[in-house]
Each structure stands twice: as C-alpha cells, then as structure tokens.
C-alpha cells in the first residue's frame, strides 16, 4: 500500500509560482513512476506532468511546457511541481499519483495504481 500526501496548493495571481510537494510512503520509491493530474470544475482529470522512478525521463501536457517542472527526490520519497506563469485556466485540484508496478510514467490516469486526497491551486485574474 501506498500512501500520497500533497502539499503546497493555495492562492497565487496570475503570473505567480508555486510548487507542489507530494510525499509517498513505501520502501521502493525510485521504482514507482510519478504523476500529476489536475481537475477542474466541471472537466475530467488530465495529465499534467509525469516523471520516471530515477527522474531521468518527464514529459508535459501541451498546455503546460515551459512553465511547469516536475522533479523528484528519491532520498526524501517526494515528487514535486514547479508551477511558474500561472493563469487562471490552471485553478484545479491537482492530485499526485504513483504506478508501483512501472517506472515508467503513463499520460493516462489508468496508468497509476495510487492517488493522493488532492490539493486546491487557484489562480486569480
């Protein structure tokens, strides 16, 4: 059993940063892959971001390279988002996810075995 704890969501301007944390629990963090979804209101859940379990591949939504990081911390079992230039089309809830069974990361939601309780990013205008 895995467990995602997400961290870092608030309010910020347009234009403004933040970064997401996502703590995991297990013993064999740099064999899960890693995953960030967002959910806004009314929408389905989409790939934001995903990174392999040695951080050595990533890859991005079109709608958010070049202004989101995602990086990892195998030491400290932490994923995290760096979300600079925000807009206001990026208020969501972004959730973390975790595949233990590949460390290769998917764009697909059913690709991940694990999810965090979400946390509130919103961007006002």
């Known amino acids: 059993q895995v467990q995602l704890v997400e961290s870092g969501g608030g309010l910020v301007q347009a234009g403004g940063s933040l970064r997401l944390s996502c703590a995991a629990s297990?013993?064999?963090?740099?064999?899960?892959?890693m995953g960030w979804f967002r959910q806004a209101p009314g929408k389905e859940r989409e790939f934001t971001g995903g990174?392999?379990?040695?951080?050595?591949?990533?890859d991005y939504a079109d709608s958010v390279k070049g202004r989101f990081t995602i990086s990892r911390d195998n030491t400290k079992n932490t994923v995290y988002l760096q979300m600079n230039s925000l807009k206001p089309e990026a208020t969501a809830v972004y959730y973390c996810?975790?595949?233990?069974?590949?460390?290769?990361?998917?764009?697909?939601?059913?690709?991940?075995?694990?999810w965090g309780q979400g946390t509130q990013v919103s961007v006002s205008s």
């Open positions: 297990g013993r064999t963090f740099n064999r899960y892959s």
């Open positions: 996810a975790a595949n233990s069974a590949s460390f290769i990361y998917s764009t697909s939601r059913t690709g991940y075995n694990y």
């Open positions: 990174i392999s379990g040695s951080g050595g591949f990533t």
